[in-house]
C-alpha cells in the first residue's frame, strides 16, 4: 500500500474525509446501491450530505462550488491593497459602497428609474387618451421605434433582439455585428405556455404598471395594458427558436447586408440601429443576422399590435433591466415574482454585501480579480495547471490516432487542432494586464465611479456597450478573456481556438497542490479536458485549427461522429426531474449535447493522463480513503465536484434553458459512458453505454 499522506486540521479536511466515510464499509455493501447503477449514493456519505445540505430561502441551489471561495473574501482587502495600488482599490470600495447604503437608497427611490422611464416615453409617444384604445402600428410609427430601440441599446436594454459585436466565424480575426433572437422576459418560451405562471407574470406587470407607467392614462390601464405585453411576449416567444439551434452554428450563421436587414424587419429598423451603435469610423456593410425569419416574424408581430403596448413593452424592458438598482414599493413585484419563479421565499432578499459584491465583479471585474490572484493563486498552481492541461492535450492526441471511425486525413488535421490550442491559465497578462495597476487602471478609464448606485450602473453599462462596438474595424484581440479571474468557471472558445482556466476554478477542493493527483485530475483535469474535449463536440467540431467555420471533415468521418453522437442525445433524453404537478420533464439530450460529449471526453482523458503521471510519481494514499483504491478515488473525487441540491422550480428552468445536464447526470451519465470507470469499480459490463472521445 502506497504511504499515506497527512492531512491538515483546518476546513478542507472534513471535505476530504466526508468522501471516504462509506457506511458500506462499515455495515456491508448491501447498504447502497452498486456503483454502476447510482454512482450519485454509492457513497453514503453523499446522502447524508445532501440530507443534512439545505438549500437558504434566498438560494435556488447550492453547489459544492460554494466552497471553492471559501478562503477569500472581498471585504477583507483594505491590508492588502493598501501596499499596492491603492487608487483601484478606492474605486471599489466607492462601487461597493455605493450599493451598500441601503439607507440612501431607500430615501432616493424610483426617481432615477423614472427619469428612464420618461426619456422611453418622450422618444416613442402615446396620446394621453388612447392607452388601450388604439389600432396598430402605422409605417409612421417605425421611425421613433427604431429610435427608442437604439436609445435601450445605449442603456444596455435589449428588446426584440441582442446585439452585439465579436468574432466573425468564418474570418476569426475579422470583428463583426452581430444579432440573435431575443424580446422575451420569462426564461422560456415554455413558461408562455404555462397558465400559473402567466398569470402571475400578468398580475405582476398590472402591479408595476399601476405605479411606474408614465401617464395617469397608462397607469389606470394597467391591467389591460399588462395583458396586451403578455400577449405580444407570447407572440414572440412562439416565433422563436428552439435553444437547440440557436447554438448550432450551422444555422445561426447568416451574413446579412445591413440594407437588407432594414427590409427584412421594417418594423424594428435595426439597420438604423446598427449604423448609429458603430463608430464613426467604420462602415457597416454586413453583419450577422442569426435566424433572419425571427426579425421578419417580430416586425411583422409589432406592427399589428397597438402603440401603447408596444410603449409599455419597451419601457417595461428598461424597468426589468434597472430594478434591482433602486429601491421602492414600487419594484418589490418584480422581486417577489422572480423569486417564486426560481421556488425561492417570495420575500427573500440575499445578505446585501453578497449582491454588492456580486455588483462590483460585474462592474470592476479585473480590479477585483487583481486582489483575488494576489491572494489566492501562485505561480506554482499555475505551473501545476500547465502541466495538467499538457497531460490532457497528450492523451487527447494519442485518442484521436487510437480511432478507428475517423478517416486518417481528419485525424491529421485533428492533431493539429489540438497542438494549437492556446491554452490560458489564472489570469490575463494582456487586455487588460491585471498584474499592472498602471494598467488596471488605463483600462477603466473614463469610468466615473461615485457614491450613486444607480449612476454607476448607467455609467458601466455605457462603457462596456461602447468598448464592446469600439472593437469593430479592428483585429479580433485574443489577449481579451471573457471571464474574469476569480469566476469559478472555465470556457473554450472555438472562433479563439482556445481554452480558458480562470484562477477562481483552480481552488481547492477542484485543485490543490498538496494532494494527491487522483484529487486534481479527477476534478479539475476532467474539466480540462471537457474544455478541450468542446473543440471536437457537435458544435466546436465545425471550427478548423485556426478557429474557422469551415467543413474539414470527410463525409464518412461526419457520419460516424453522428452516429455516435445520437447515442448521447438518447441517453441523456432518458434522464427526468420533476416536473411540474409532480409530472416527469425529461432533460432535452439535443441541447445538451455537446456538454455531454465534453463530460464523457473530458472525464476519459483526464484519467488516462492521471495515470500516465503516476507511473513515474505515485500518489500516496489519504487517511481514512484506504477502502478505495486510487483509481476509485479519481471517479470519487470527480463526482464531488458536482455534489449539490437544486430546488425544483430551478430546475425546471435548467431543463429548458441550460445546454447543460442536470448535475446527477453529469455524474450518472458520464460514468456510464467511461470504461476505466467500469473498470475501476469490476462492474459487470466494461463497455461504456456512449463513446466518442
Known sequence: MADQIQLPNNERTPLLRGASNNHAYENGRDATPEPEEDFVHFNDQVKTWRRRRWISLVASAFLIVAFVHSSFSPRNLVQTAASTDEDNFLMIQEAYN?????????????????????????????????????????????????????????????????????????????VIVQAYPGGLSLPSPEYYQDNETVAAYRTMLGEVFATLLPTNSSRSSAKELAQSVVDLETKIAAVTPPPEDQSDVTKYYNIVKIADVGKIGPAIGLDSVVKAVVPENYTAESMLLAFPEFLGNVSEIVSQTSKSTVQSYLIWHL??????????????????????????????????????????????GWILSRFYIEATFSGEAKEYGDQIIMDIKHQFISKLNDLSWMDDSVKKLAVNKVNNIDQKIGYPTTSPNITNPEALQAYYSGLAISDSFFNNTLASNAREMNRTFSALGKPVDHGEWIMQADIVNAYYNPVGNEIVFPAGIMQFPVFELGLPGYVSYGAFASVAGHELSHAFDNSGRHYDENGNFTDWWTNNTVQEFDKRASCFVDQYNNFTVQGNNGESLHVNGRLTLGENIADAGGISAAFAAWKNRTESAPDQTLPGLDFFSHEQLFFVFYANWWCGKTRKEQAIQYIYTDPHSPAFARVLGTTANSRAFRESFNCPVKEPTCELW
Request: aromatic share 8%; net charge negative; proline share 7%.
Open 319 to 364: 424597468i426589468d433591466m434597472y430594478s434591482s438598482y433602486v429601491e421602492g414599493p414600487e419594484v418589490q413585484p418584480i422581486n417577489r415574482f422572480s423569486n417564486t419563479l426560481s421556488g425561492k421565499d417570495p420575500e427573500t432578499k440575499p445578505e446585501r454585501w453578497k449582491t454588492c459584491v456580486s455588483y462590483v465583479d460585474s462592474t470592476l
Open 98 to 174: 455605493s450599493c451598500l447604503n441601503e439607507t440612501a437608497l431607500q430615501s432616493i427611490g424610483v426617481a432615477p428609474l423614472v427619469n428612464l422611464i420618461d426619456q422611453v416615453a418622450t422618444s416613442f409617444p402615446v396620446a394621453e387618451g388612447a392607452y388601450g384604445g388604439d389600432g396598430p402600428l402605422e409605417e409612421a410609427d417605425y421611425a421613433a421605434l427604431s429610435e427608442t430601440v437604439l436609445l435601450l441599446e445605449r442603456m444596455a436594454v435589449s428588446v426584440f433582439v441582442a446585439l452585439t459585436a465579436g468574432a466573425d466565424d468564418k474570418n476569426p480575426n475579422a
